[in-house]
């Protein structure tokens, strides 16, 4: 993505011949990440400070010419790619979901626990997935409508209580209620756009899914 409009002292952007991305992406292949950070953390300091000694906007151009210039070359451009990274996380799901989903099918009836206590059955891991599914979207929804997230209950003693209560529950509506619980979940991250997601409710949503999967993907015997 590139500046398209008039600059501030009244020439176009120069021409990069085409789209420079893949030359750029292809010099760039060697920089580590913190050189890259590094690298992208200093532009966008000298780019706001540019920014910030520019006159307003010349007569007759829509809005302020700052925010025309801030909007084009940092927030839309910015939200682009975290757009990138959203979608690349939702691939990452599905394709770890695939694969942990077909092996509880095929599991055994005792699947040890990661941590502490009785072994699980797939069908504990279902229960146990759907009560994090359940907890995601709670967490997405408050977020959605301004509020805040409910704090992350102590892990082990949650996850204790949370399978005593499930042990009984039928291993079938266990499966259909991860299912259906993934499913309403990815539809409401769905509907938040990349310029809405924070941090924290993108870190909510992958530990949750992504981010889980592999501790019971991993567990010997399931």
């Known amino acids: 993505m590139t500046s398209t409009h008039t600059s501030r002292v009244g020439r176009r952007p120069p021409d ?7 030359s750029w992406q292809a010099e760039d292949r060697a920089l580590t990440l913190t050189e890259a950070r590094q690298r992208a953390a200093h532009a966008r300091e000298q780019l706001l400070a540019t920014v910030a000694t520019l006159p307003p906007g010349e007569p007759g151009e829509p809005g302020d010419g700052l925010r025309a210039l801030a909007a084009d070359d940092l927030v839309a451009h910015f939200d682009e790619h975290f757009g990138f990274i959203v979608a690349g996380m939702l691939t990452d799901e599905a394709a770890t979901w695939a694969a942990l989903l077909a092996r509880l099918d095929a599991a055994s009836i005792e699947a040890p626990n990661a941590g502490a206590g009785p072994a699980w059955s797939a069908g504990d891991v279902f229960a146990h997935l759907a009560r994090w599914f359940d907890f995601a979207e709670r967490s997405l929804t408050s977020f959605r409508a301004g509020r805040p997230m409910p704090e992350i209950p102590d892990l082990d ?18 499966r259909r209620a991860a299912v259906d619980g993934r499913a309403r979940l990815l539809v409401l ?15 909510r949503l992958d530990g949750n899914t992504v981010g889980h999967y592999p501790e019971h993907l991993n567990t010997t015997g399931v």
């Open 16 to 22: 990069l011949g085409g789209d420079p991305n893949l």
């Open 157 to 174: 003693e949650t996850n204790r209580a949370w399978s005593e209560a499930d042990r009984a529950l039928d291993p079938v509506e266990a």
């Open 189 to 203: 991250a769905g509907a938040i756009t990349p310029a809405q997601w924070t941090a924290a409710a993108l870190n």
